[in-house]
């Protein structure tokens, strides 16, 4: 005997219409028929509900032999149905996709599965736009950087003096050459994150606080104490905060030569990494 013929079987002894189930359970007559029928199963909310109208265990519902002792209804043996533990519809046999370690039915495992390639798909998009970024922000920032050394580099070399001796002429190009090197690696590093930028980005955050002065109140000494807080205190602290960022940069200036192939190579290697 299958599910519907059990609901049919129940309902009947209890004396019920289609009508008056499909009132109890909140649904049209129309479902509980296509229940009885098999042409569509209640889902595992409804069957716990049903066991408890005709007050009957639900595992009459799923137990391949039950006995259901109720007046009128005589002992009969059923066939084991299913419920998935992903959506707790009732399943059939030929609907099941495994038993273990759960039962699942067809329809989810293959909800299952797209959901799973949707999440691959994610994260292979997800890798490459990081893959692409990281190679165009490279790619992006060594010709910038290239750009700005040799129109630097060709300043120089059309600023030369005509007039210089051919032994000052060579010493003037190198020079050019490596001040345009220099001042290339500085900006190359200055736009990715290493500690060239970050010697120059902290030497702008630092902030000095003038110490306050003693004056008596006489027009002088008051006169003296607005242009100290208004003027002399304000240009002291711009000056001394101008010199600690100047520094900064001529240090950051002085190294960035020397650590620029080891950044490439750094980002180089990163790249590979990610790919």
Known sequence: MNYGEKITSLRKNSNMTQAELGDVL???????????????????????????IFNVDLNYFTESEYKVEKDNV???????????????????????????????CNDCHIKEENEKREIELIKQDGFENIKNQA???????????GIFGILLLILFLVSMDNSTSSI???????????????????????R????VKDLV??????????????????IDSILFA??????????????????????????AIL???????????SQIRKNREEN
């Open 135 to 145: 190679d165009y922000s490279l790619r992006n920032n060594l010709i910038f950087s």
């Open 255 to 265: 190294i960035s030569p020397f650590s620029l192939p080891f950044e490439l190579i």
């Open 74 to 104: 005589n002992e009969q043996i059923i066939h084991r149905v299913n419920i998935c533990e992903h959506c707790g519809k009732v399943i059939e046999n030929h609907n099941i996709y495994s038993k273990e370690p759960y039962i699942l």
């Open 26 to 52: 909140n649904i049209s007559y129309q479902a509980v028929s296509k229940w009885e029928r098999n042409i569509s199963q209640p889902d595992f909310e409804t069957m716990t509900k049903i066991a408890k």
């Open 201 to 218: 980005v902290d030497s702008i955050g630092h902030t000095i606080n003038m110490p306050g002065i003693i004056f008596s109140l006489d």
């Open 192 to 195: 990715t994150d290493n500690f």
């Open 226 to 251: 607005l242009a100290y807080r208004l003027i002399i205190a304000p240009v002291i602290i711009i000056g001394i905060a101008l010199i600690i960022f100047l520094g900064g940069c001529f240090i």
């Open 168 to 190: 000052s002429k060579t010493e003037y190009i190198f020079t050019s050459i490596f001040v345009s090197y220099v001042l290339f690696s500085f900006v190359f590093q200055l």
